[in-house]
């Protein structure tokens, strides 16, 4: 304290921040420390894998150079390593066309869904719906793929067939092969139902929150259903469906099992749009087609493919994640 | 939905014992009860409210003032477990007929909630046209909707020159008199006011009550305050709702607000008016 106790009044006070509390017992020490541990892991994880892929699929990524991604020759399993080329535009290519499909079908079905689950169906009915969806989730992709194959296939045949008929002058809709079977459109279809889940459930969640307060603006206001879900409950959902739709846009980019079971994988040519045709790529599925039988420097060139594909899938849910944070913010607004 | 209608007979003496003078009624309930689940809330409600006039309904908190107007609008049955019993007659019709689309009774009928709800997503002139586009009425000549809408909410000088910004760059009082213009653009014929100024500052809160005064010139007003002197301000006629000791409220008295808070007939109401309780 200043003799004349007024000092201390003409200072400008320093401001002292909070950090966060400080364990103090020891099992508070403990917790915290494997809290840290299990933090970091993930992370270590991720960046092991990274360097892992990148290292070991240098030689042939250098090689290669830009048309690594760009071409679309694949030629190995030669005596001579240096006669060996590594391109894989076609199945990455195919990768974008089949997850891109799979979303223009899996979208409006999920949104439908969702809508009929938080504002239409009777309170039972959405439960059990609920927990349909999660247990769709849940089905492991070897099985939908054999699904996909055996049962799916022959029935999304008879659709293409008929598209084919009645469509068949439009481009995309082209088929001068008269087998309609292992195409990416029967891909898509059975990525789509592997993303409707987590579609659903996204879109659900957010659905769910809209405010009771807007919902009661637009029921007093003389608002339909279809008028009050259209022009409030969507457009607050935006956002969040939006992240939803690019968690799925990963799993089906990413998607390996399924897919090599129902689609017709041509290494050196791209299917830049005939849906119907059966000939299509997608980098996992090149990598489980090729490993057993490959070359040394093939391996590296499949693990370079890993790489792309880790990275791609890496920044869709980046993209996706900095959507569902922004549009989080958004509500709180 | 969970609404159940059922038909209460009703005794001759008790229809219209609360009907206020002879001026022509566009909404009247008749031996209305009202039910969450089990529980009654409301028991034998008869209210009737005179063309282009304002009638306050007062009462302590918890007495189903609020539940009572969304049953004039038909609100009350997205509340699970509702039911109702009695008939809730516009212009003659019971609204719960089964003949009749609540989408049709809500835009003839209003709603102003107790927390301004402007749709944040929307810019003012959006939210000013958003009923006439939920409720998918046809409509020209937008721009001057919004500015009739706007000027009976007593707003759009404050406005008028960012119509398109966002409702949620308004304050608190602006957003509940666009929620009023709101209400307005579809014309309806009665505005139901749930507690309208309760979450608004004293200068808001007259505008508001300017307003009400302004739009019951041909619009008929139901509004629900738990302030005394509002009720006098702004109401011709005045409704006193009472719940006593845990039982379903009743309507103890109704009648000009002059008479309610000058000479009640009813001991409870002098209380409640007098600030004795509630």
Known sequence: ?333 | MNIKNVRVPSSPQDVHPNKPGDANVHLETQNLHVWFGKRLILEKVNLAFPENSVTALIGPSGCGKSTFIRVLNRMHEFIPGAALAGRVLYDGQDIYDAAVDPVNIRTKVGMVFQKPNPFPTMSIRDNVLSGLKLAQMTYENSEEIVRTCLERASLWNEVKDRLDASASSLSGGQQQRLCIARSLAVSPKVLLMDEPCSALDPGSTRRIEDTIREISSDMTVVIVTHNMAQAQRVSDYTAFFLSEDGAPAQVVENAKTEEIFKKPKDSRTNDYVNGLFG
Do not use: C
């Open chain 1, 1 to 333: 304290m200043d003799s004349d106790g007024s000092d201390h009044l003409k200072e400008s006070p320093t401001p002292r921040y909070f950090g966060r509390e400080k364990s103090r017992t020891r099992s508070d020490k403990a917790f915290s420390g494997s809290v840290v541990v299990a933090a970091l892991s993930s992370l270590f994880i991720l960046v092991a894998i990274l360097f892992y892929l990148a290292t070991s699929s240098w030689p042939a990524l250098r090689k290669e150079g830009l048309s690594f991604i760009t071409g679309s020759t694949w030629i190995g399993g030669l005596d001579d390593p240096s006669q060996q080329v590594f391109q894989i535009w076609p199945m990455l290519y195919g990768s974008f066309l089949n997850a891109l499909l799979a979303i223009i079908f899996a979208v409006p079905i999920s949104v439908l869904l969702a809508i009929f689950i938080v504002f239409i169906a009777p309170k039972k009915i959405a439960r059990a719906l609920t927990i349909v969806v999660d247990v769709l989730a849940a089905i492991p992709s070897g099985i939908i793929g054999i699904w996909g194959f055996l049962v799916f296939t022959p029935v999304a045949e008879g659709w293409a067939r008929l598209i084919h008929q009645y469509l068949g002058s439009i481009p995309i809709f082209v088929n001068n092969q008269d087998q309609f079977t292992r195409s990416p459109f029967i891909t898509a279809w059975v990525l789509g139902i592997m993303i409707v889940p987590i579609i659903t459930v996204v879109a659900r969640e957010v659905l769910a929150q809209t405010p009771q307060d807007l919902l009661d603006a637009a029921r007093g206001l003389g608002g339909s259903l279809w008028g009050t879900v259209r022009m409030v409950a969507l457009p607050h959902a935006r956002g969040g469906i939006v992240g939803g739709v690019m968690l799925g846009l990963g799993r089906a980019l990413g998607e390996t099992v399924a897919i090599y079971f129902v689609l017709n994988l041509i290494f050196e040519r791209v299917n830049y749009y005939r849906i119907l045709d059966p000939e299509g790529g997608s980098v996992a599925s090149m990598i489980i087609a090729k490993f057993g039988e490959a070359t040394p420097e093939e391996i590296q060139a499949l693990l370079g493919a890993g790489l792309v594909l880790f990275l791609l899938t890496l920044v869709v849910n980046l993209i996706a994640n900095w959507i569902v944070a922004r549009s989080a913010r958004e509500r709180l607004v």
